[in-house]
């Protein structure tokens, strides 16, 4: 029903800057909430950011500790579009970055997944 599609991901230096985006389409893009996830090399796929209803068209944010006042996520409604908003990036946030929605307040359980997108920190 919903298909979510990542771009923005590349190889940058680390201290640099990248915007992930996320576009949706097949629903109602108002009604799920959304975030990032991501997956490292030989590691478990981790939360990176989400998005949570606050009423009709605002939202709280939620990160994970490790991309805490690095990382903004937000949202265009109107244009079905969540982005990831990356700054001071480190190596260690080289990974694959995956879309994740979810038809309901808050992102607890994912029901949908984009093919994800390679972010690459390095000198």
């Known amino acids: 029903q919903v298909q979510l599609v990542e771009s923005g991901g590349g190889l940058v230096q680390p201290g640099g800057s990248l915007r992930l985006s996320c576009a949706a389409s097949g629903g109602t893009f108002s009604d799920y909430a959304m975030g990032w996830f991501r997956q490292a090399p030989g590691k478990e796929r981790e939360f990176v950011a989400a998005?949570?209803?606050?009423?009709?068209?605002?939202?709280?944010?939620d990160y994970a500790d490790s991309v805490k006042g690095r990382f903004t996520i937000y949202r265009d409604d109107f244009k079905s579009t969540m982005y990831l908003q990356m700054n001071r990036l480190k190596p260690e946030d080289t990974a694959v970055y995956y879309c994740?929605?979810?038809?309901?307040?808050?992102?607890?359980?994912?029901?949908?997944w984009g093919q994800g997108t390679q972010v690459t920190v390095s000198s």
């Open positions: 994740a929605a979810e038809a309901a307040l808050a992102l607890v359980r994912p029901e949908y």
């Open positions: 998005t949570r209803k606050k009423s009709r068209n605002s939202y709280y944010a």
